[in-house]
């Protein structure tokens, strides 16, 4: 048996690094130090729902056939269509993304990742008014005071607790005893049972808790008994710990991203931890679930100039949130044609926008069976990022990080396909 040392986890936005797999036969048989979700992924890369041949699907059935015949049928959708998708790209390499952006250009397509319907009112409070940040290793050797708001890691990224509040940093030598933690959450999570302050804000209220904690931080008194459903000692409390941080750090999620107030929740957050500096230092980071989301954004906004969502049906880039959204696009039935790249719409879109899917010619970029991969006329199956091929990722604070190939596959890297899809549509639009 050989022990693969090193693996980056391609699950979490947390992308753990100290992965050590067990390979015996070509294949992951075990894991040390992954949580019980990497786990499974490492070894379970094969099995029944894994696709190992591409498929087009003929009068209602999958047929297998070649790589190239489902590439080159996949370029002429593509190459025809007059407002194609793109969507997905937050669960591969950062080198397929670049390609991505050519083949959006290429086509005049719309390309949008899993952002716009996460954390993409995070990216526009960041446009807005910036903020500040550090990296993970910071706040595991620095940081003494810990506030997650709106996100629940303990399910969502089941590592990220260990690793950085914990575990013993360099300034803080005893772990977790170094630390205060304060949970803001509707819900008695997981998370929130660890807590040493629990804010159990009302749902849709958090922009309301946080001006009242802004106001407070810059010396105004709270004149209600309670705001948001906690009670004003509560809240005190709560900014008193924050001001007195060494080191302080906000780790935001969807429960301000997806609420009411969306990326005005942010803007105020980042406005409170510009306020917290006036008295130490605070950050923030955001908790990006899938492991490339960060890298998607990073490389759209290199390559067009915005992070996602970006239009190229004028000849040039174009950024609307909100009308060229993946969603958006399905839900008024704009889109001719979709490819999905490493993501499942098909399990997570509007009933609306699943069911115009099933109208359009859907391409899927995907190695396992999914609801997206039920409704889709080419299945093209990848080599997974991280466990067959290598690859870049950015974890959620923007540090980019070069996934490890821990096993050897015939399939072709997602990079590679796009590529020759790519290739294919120029070929198609040179010879008309």
């Not at 958090?206 to 809240?235: C, N, Q, S």
């Not at 409390?237 to 301000?256: D, P, S």
């Not at 098909?346 to 609306?352: I, R, V």
Request: hydrophobic share 40%; net charge negative.
């Amino acid at each position: 048996m050989e022990y693969v040392k090193n693996v980056v986890c391609p699950f979490c936005g947390t992308l753990c690094d100290d992965i050590i797999c067990k390979v015996e036969n070509g294949k992951i048989v075990g894991t040390i130090n992954a949580c019980r979700i990497a786990h499974n992924k490492f070894v379970h890369t094969e099995g029944a729902t894994r696709y190992t041949k591409p498929l087009i699907r003929k009068n209602g059935e999958l047929v297998e056939v070649t790589y190239d015949e489902a590439i080159e049928k996949t370029a002429e959708i593509l190459a025809e269509a007059k407002r194609p998708l793109l969507y997905g790209w937050s669960s591969t390499e950062c080198e397929a993304h670049a390609v991505g952006m050519e083949l959006a250009e290429e086509t005049g397509a719309v390309i949008d990742n899993t952002a716009s319907v996460c954390h993409g009112p995070s990216v526009l409070a960041l446009q807005d008014v910036g903020y500040p940040t550090c990296t993970l290793g910071e706040v595991k050797n620095r940081a003494d005071v810990v506030v997650y708001w709106g996100c629940n890691p303990m399910h969502a990224h089941p590592r990220h607790i260990s690793r950085h509040v914990f575990s013993r940093g360099f300034f803080r030598d005893r772990g977790r005893p170094d630390r205060t933690v304060i949970v803001v959450d509707p819900r008695e999570t997981d998370t929130a049972k660890l807590a040493d302050i629990h804010l159990q804000v009302e749902f849709d209220r958090d922009y309301e808790l946080i001006d009242a904690m802004r106001a407070y931080l810059l010396g105004h008194e709270i004149l209600y008994d309670e705001v948001a459903g906690i009670p004003r000692e509560t809240i005190e409390e709560a900014v008193e710990i924050m001001k007195n941080a060494q080191f302080g750090i906000l780790f935001w999620g969807m429960g301000l991203t997806q609420s009411r107030g969306k990326h005005r929740n942010i803007d105020t957050a980042i406005m409170l931890t510009e306020d917290l500096n006036d008295f130490g230092k605070f950050n923030l980071i955001p908790m990006r679930g899938h492991y490339n989301v960060t890298g998607f954004n990073q490389v759209a906004s290199w390559e067009s100039g915005f992070p996602y969502c970006v239009d190229f049906s004028a000849g040039e880039p174009r950024y609307n949130p909100g009308e060229t959204g993946a969603n958006d696009l399905l839900q008024n039935r704009e889109a001719d044609a979709l490819m999905v790249i490493a993501s499942d719409p098909g399990a997570h879109f509007p009933q609306k926008a699943v069911e115009y899917m099933a109208e359009i010619p859907v391409i899927a970029i995907e190695p396992h069976r999914t609801p997206t991969t039920e409704l889709a006329d080419i299945i093209i199956p990848p080599a997974i990022v991280g466990l067959e091929v290598e690859g870049t990722a950015y974890r959620m604070e923007g540090v980019p990080i070069r996934m490890r190939k821990v096993v050897e596959t015939d399939l072709l890297p997602d990079k590679e396909i796009v590529e020759k899809i790519l290739e294919k549509v120029r070929e198609i639009k040179a010879s008309k």
